[in-house]
Structure formats: structure tokens, C-alpha cells
């Protein structure tokens, strides 16, 4: 699609663009209540970030375009936030078009609920690699607690580790990740980017709600094991009285055998 005119590159993926929402499922407007904190924290932050780095750009759920060797179409994903390096205003009115951008995206940020399958993940990590070759991709699970951040080496994802804070290092974004208070916070040239108090608050909650949810999971697996472990010992109790009636009837039986005819 690159060697179209700008505008007809534009109209095609603006088309595209209209094409996307209208075929969008009603699930992907449902979202998970920790999804949405894990946002707001997100948001937050990297405001905070742009006053002192203008260059350093997110976005919030905005479709990303971009050509697809061999297809008329462009590639489309949808990531939850996105962030580019750029000391311009970015134009993006409906959808990401990367040919018609200044700059490609730099750093994926996906959070993913149990409770709400919006998107396939699985499906995005091929197309950040393969295809738009971002060079960073941050992954958080909230139900598990798991969070990744992937550096694109060569043409593959490589999975980063921790520097001596135990936090994930962007160095173009002068940026660290971790996981604090069961979030993913944001540390920016070293100092914990803060939270409005509200937020705070809202975010509190939400953690309560989830160990509440993780404590009444515990307590159903526990009375699931009780009651295995009662059905065991009740199987095993009945097995040895079926073993203590057969010897019974043994000995009946060998008494019987052994006594002299009338």
C-alpha cells in the first residue's frame, strides 16, 4: 500500500478503520474492573512523564494500521495503551496509520483479566514481533501477579530481567516497572511517579476486593480437599470392613468344614 498517493493511503485506512469498529463484538466494550485501575494507574503516570519528557506520548486504546506484506488490507491491533517517541503532536483521530505517523510505536502495555478474554493476546504478542516489530511489549496478568517485559532482539521477543531494584528498565523512556501493592507502578528516572489520592483510594479497594476473592477461592479449595480427604477415608473404611466381613465368612465357612456329622 506504500506506493499509493498519502491521501489515497489515508482514505483506504480510514475505510478500514470504520470497518473494525462496526465488526467489533459487544464483549470488547465489557471491561474487567482491575483492567480498568491498571489503566487509570497507567494514564496517570505517564502524564505525569510527559511534563517532563513531551516526547514520550501514550495512547489509550487506539487502533493500530499498518501494512501487511501481500494483503490489500492493513494489519490491524488494538493494544491497551501504546507509547511513542516523538517531539511532535500526534495526529491520530480514530486510528494509529503507521505509514502516515512520524514515528512507529515504541512500547506495547497489555493487561490481561481472566475475567474478560476482549482480545486475543496470544494473537497480538505475534503481531507486536512479527509484524510491527515494536521494540518493547509489557505484560501484566492481575490474577496472577505476573508481569513480563519483552525486548525485541534481532526479529524475536526476549524476555527481560529485573536490574538490582527488581524492576524493569525502559532506558529510552528513562522508565522502570514493578509491581507494587499488586499494580504495576511506574518509577521515572528513578523516583515512584505518585497517584492522585482518589485514585489511591479506588485502587485500595479494588486490592481488597481481589484478596477478598483470592481468600473465598483458597477457602473453596480447602473445603473441597476436606471433603476428598472424607470421601477417601470413608472408601477406605468401608474397603476394610468388606475385608473384615469376608474373613468372617472365612472362618464361618472353615468352622463349618471342621465340624463332625450328626
Same mark, same amino acid.
Given at each position: ?175 522502570? $516497572? ?6 504495576? /507502578?511506574?518509577?521515572?528516572?528513578? @523516583? *515512584?511517579?505518585? %497517584?492522585? =489520592?482518589? +485514585? ?29 480427604? $472424607? ?6 473404611? /468401608?474397603?476394610?470392613?468388606?475385608? @473384615? *466381613?469376608?474373613? %468372617?465368612? =472365612?472362618? +464361618? ?10
Amino acid at each position: 500500500m506504500s506506493t499509493y498517493p498519502r491521501a489515497i493511503i489515508a482514505v483506504n485506512y480510514a475505510e478500514a478503520a470504520r470497518e473494525y469498529l462496526r465488526r467489533l463484538p459487544p464483549e470488547h466494550f465489557m471491561e474487567a474492573t482491575d483492567h480498568s485501575y491498571q489503566r487509570k494507574i497507567t494514564l496517570e503516570s505517564f502524564d505525569l512523564i510527559h511534563v517532563h519528557r513531551p516526547d514520550i506520548q501514550l495512547f489509550n486504546e487506539l487502533l493500530v494500521q499498518y501494512p501487511k506484506v501481500g494483503q490489500k488490507k492493513p494489519g490491524q491491533v488494538v493494544p491497551d495503551n501504546m507509547v511513542v517517541i516523538c517531539d511532535k503532536p500526534i495526529d491520530a483521530d480514530g486510528s494509529y496509520d503507521v505509514p502516515l505517523q512520524p514515528v512507529a510505536p515504541f512500547c506495547m502495555l497489555e493487561y490481561v483479566s481472566k475475567n474478560s478474554r476482549r482480545k486475543d493476546y496470544d494473537d497480538n504478542f505475534d503481531k507486536y514481533e512479527k509484524e510491527l516489530k515494536v521494540p518493547y511489549y509489557l505484560l501484566f496478568y492481575p490474577d496472577t501477579q505476573d508481569l513480563t517485559l519483552y525486548h525485541l532482539v534481532g526479529d524475536r521477543y526476549v524476555s527481560q530481567t529485573p536490574n538490582e531494584h527488581g524492576r524493569y528498565a525502559i532506558p529510552e523512556l528513562e522508565l522502570e $516497572a514493578e509491581l507494587l501493592d499488586g499494580w504495576v /507502578r511506574y518509577w521515572f528516572r528513578g @523516583e *515512584l511517579l505518585p %497517584l492522585p =489520592a482518589e +485514585l489511591l483510594r479506588e485502587v485500595e479497594a479494588a486490592r481488597r476486593r481481589l484478596e477478598q476473592e483470592k481468600q473465598r477461592a483458597e477457602q473453596e479449595k480447602q473445603r473441597a480437599d476436606s471433603l476428598q480427604q $472424607a470421601l477417601e477415608e470413608a472408601q477406605q473404611k /468401608r474397603q476394610a470392613m468388606e475385608r @473384615e *466381613l469376608e474373613q %468372617l465368612r =472365612a472362618q +464361618l465357612s472353615q468352622k463349618r468344614g471342621n465340624a463332625p456329622n450328626s
